[in-house]
């Protein structure tokens, strides 16, 4: 069992950035894919950015790609996604997810524990 607490949102205007932090319980944290996923108001959740159990492979939405960077410190047990250059469609509920798998994946029904997700909002 793998315990996520996310943290690190706020409110913040287009431009600024933001780091996310997410913390992970358990000891076998270093053998889990890590994902971060974003949902706004009305929509439904989406892939942001995930990176493999090592950390050496990492993919990216197409949306945020070139801003966002995801990275992890196993030794800490944390995942964190740098976000730059934030725009307004960013503005969301910004989830953690572990895949009991090393490898990294792209779609929500691939992650079996999430985090209790922390806002983002980005004003105009």
């Known amino acids: 069992q793998v315990q996520l607490v996310t943290s690190g949102g706020g409110l913040v205007q287009a431009g600024d950035s933001l780091r996310l932090s997410c913390a992970a319980s358990?000891?076998?944290?270093?053998?889990?894919?890590m994902g971060w996923f974003r949902q706004a108001p009305g929509k439904d959740r989406e892939f942001v950015a995930t990176i493999s159990a090592s950390g050496g492979s990492t993919n990216y939405a197409t949306s945020v790609k070139g801003r966002f960077t995801i990275s992890r410190d196993n030794a800490k047990n944390t995942v964190y996604l740098q976000m730059n250059s934030l725009k307004p469609e960013d503005t969301g509920l910004y989830y953690c997810?572990?895949?009991?798998?090393?490898?990294?994946?792209?779609?929500?029904?691939?992650?079996?524990?999430w985090g209790q997700g922390t806002q983002v909002t980005v004003s105009s």
């Open positions: 997810a572990a895949r009991n798998n090393p490898y990294r994946a792209d779609w929500v029904a691939a992650y079996d524990y």
């Open positions: 358990g000891r076998t944290f270093s053998s889990y894919a």
